[in-house]
T-cell receptor
Framework: DSGVTQTPKHLITATGQRVTLRCSPR?????VYWYQQSLDQGLQFLIH???????AKGNILERFSAQQFPDLHSELNLSSLELGDSALYFC?????????????FGEGSRLTVL | GQSLEQPSEVTAVEGAIVQINCTYQ??????LSWYQQHDGGAPTFLSY????GLEETGRFSSFLSRSDSYGYLLLQELQMKDSASYFC????????????FGKGTRLSVIA
């Protein structure tokens, strides 16, 4: 158990819909990262928050947005969903500066868009 | 930007040794990490190399050559449970920057 909690674990929805994925980082971790993993693909970095502020953006679509709240949990909002958005979405957390490159990943939220 | 190359698949026999290579191109460099991911599971951290040389953690070792932009993960005494995907990842700055992952190497351990 990494200490990172993601909900929901599974989500099935239709094209055009909107969903929210939630992540609670490990106790004390200020950084939250979101990654997308499609079938047979690596982990694509989406966005990074540190202590409530956006720090870096990857290849995140304009239809996607995220935020980190004062209690440090984070939400990833996906809207106008398309079939290609079906993927495993991981949240990871770390201390402020992960000197060893160690991120702690949640179990992921598997999104299926029909 | 950054790019990482690693083989897509490797097969090895139980009890043997396997090496998974990773080459990278980054604008800056602040360490090479390795992660393991079993099917349907979360990636878990295995090792980190910030400096050249070999780091050993039990049956797993990781090597880095910064001059060659190259590293590898060495798995010894392979077990069936080592069947998983292995990802190398880099950061290009020591600041609070995200890890960029390779596409992963799927290791199959056979009897």
């Amino acid at each position: 158990d990494s200490g990172v909690t993601q909900t929901p674990k599974h989500l099935i929805t239709a094209t055009g819909q909107r969903v929210t994925l939630r992540c609670s980082p490990r106790s004390g971790d200020l950084s939250v990262y979101w990654y997308q993993q499609s079938l047979d693909q690596g982990l694509q970095f989406l966005i990074h928050y540190y202590n409530g502020e956006e720090r870096a953006k990857g290849n995140i679509l304009e239809r996607f947005s995220a935020q980190q709240f004062p209690d440090l949990h984070s939400e990833l909002n996906l809207s106008s969903l398309e079939l290609g958005d079906s993927a495993l979405y991981f949240c990871a957390s770390s201390v402020a500066v992960p000197n060893t490159g160690e991120l702690f990943f949640g179990e992921g939220s598997r999104l299926t868009v029909l | 930007g950054q790019s990482l190359e690693q083989p897509s698949e490797v097969t090895a026999v139980e009890g043997a040794i396997v090496q998974i290579n990773c080459t990278y191109q980054t604008s800056g460099f602040y360490g090479l990490s390795w992660y393991q991911q079993h099917d349907g599971g979360a990636p878990t951290f295995l090792s980190y190399n910030g400096l050249d040389g070999l780091e050993e953690t039990g049956r797993f070792s990781s090597f880095l050559s910064r001059s060659d932009s190259y590293g590898y993960l060495l798995l010894q005494e392979l077990q069936m449970k080592d069947s998983a995907s292995y990802f190398c990842a880099v950061r290009d700055d020591k600041g609070n920057t995200p890890l960029v992952f390779g596409k992963g190497t799927r290791l199959s351990v056979i009897a």
